[in-house]
């Protein structure tokens, strides 16, 4: 079973919908994380969490809000979403004291017509 | 603040050759430095990093990167490829200690591999 699980895997909607996209891991990590993936740009960091009541805004946080709903889970909300929020999102976590390194979730593909 | 550059957006490449990535970081205090990889349809995997010690650090695949402190640079390598290794490639820098969570990604190789 992969270890860091992001639903939907895909998801199409309409500018002005609201949309969750669902992490779940079970590696125990503490960290969790939300990047956005787009063609030249590598990814960039949203909004990152080190437990449940540690959130804190990433690079590109606007229009963006996240939930901490337990350990192992992290939700990104797109309010209201527009077009250019089309990308693909993944979720990772990290472990305190292993160098940082991070596990990615197989990411979700987000199209806002 | 720290940067990553990748030199080469595609990299095309015919099965057994050897192939190089190139990376270059900017920051004004010492760094991680990571590869990943992102295989079609996959999230990322991690595929080495430096920390400290040997500049040069190898991982089970074959791949290997020098860390090359002043140009800057840590450059990936393989001296003959696979079509399994057509993939994503993408250097990230973290600066060290509390902060190293502050992974700074570059905007990624494509490595194609042709039979």
């Known amino acids: 079973d992969a270890d860091v699980t992001q639903t939907p895997r895909n998801r199409i909607t309409k500018t002005g919908k609201r949309i969750m996209l669902e992490c779940s891991q079970t590696?125990?990590?503490?960290?969790m994380y939300w990047y956005r993936q787009d063609p030249g740009l590598g990814l960039r960091l949203i909004y990152y969490?080190?437990?449940?009541?540690?959130?804190n805004k990433g690079e590109i946080s606007d229009g963006y809000s996240v939930s901490r709903q337990a350990q192992a889970k992290f939700s990104l909300s797109l309010e209201s979403a527009i077009p250019n929020q089309t990308a693909l999102y993944f979720c990772?976590?990290?472990?305190?004291?292993?160098?940082?390194?991070?596990?990615f979730g197989p990411g979700t593909r987000l199209t806002v017509l | 603040a720290q940067s990553v550059t990748q030199l080469d957006s595609q990299v095309p490449v015919f099965e057994e050759a050897p192939v190089e990535l190139r990376c270059n970081y900017s920051?004004?205090?010492?760094?991680?430095l990571f590869w990943y990889v992102q295989y079609p349809n996959q999230g990322l995997q991690l595929l080495l990093k430096?920390?400290?010690?040997?500049?040069l650090v190898e991982s089970i695949n074959g791949f290997e990167a020098e860390f090359n402190k002043s140009q800057t640079s840590f450059h990936l390598r393989k001296p003959s490829v696979h079509i399994s290794d057509t993939a994503e490639y993408f250097c990230?820098?973290?600066?060290?200690?509390?902060?190293?969570?502050?992974?700074?990604f570059g905007a990624g190789t494509t490595v194609t591999v042709r039979a």
């Open positions: 430096y920390l400290s010690g040997s500049t």
């Open positions: 920051s004004s205090v010492s760094v991680y």
């Open positions: 590696k125990g990590h503490d960290r």
């Open positions: 990230a820098v973290s600066p060290p200690g509390v902060d190293d969570y502050k992974l700074s």
């Open positions: 969490s080190f437990d449940v009541k540690d959130i």
């Open positions: 990772a976590t990290s472990d305190v004291g292993r160098d940082n390194e991070q596990f």
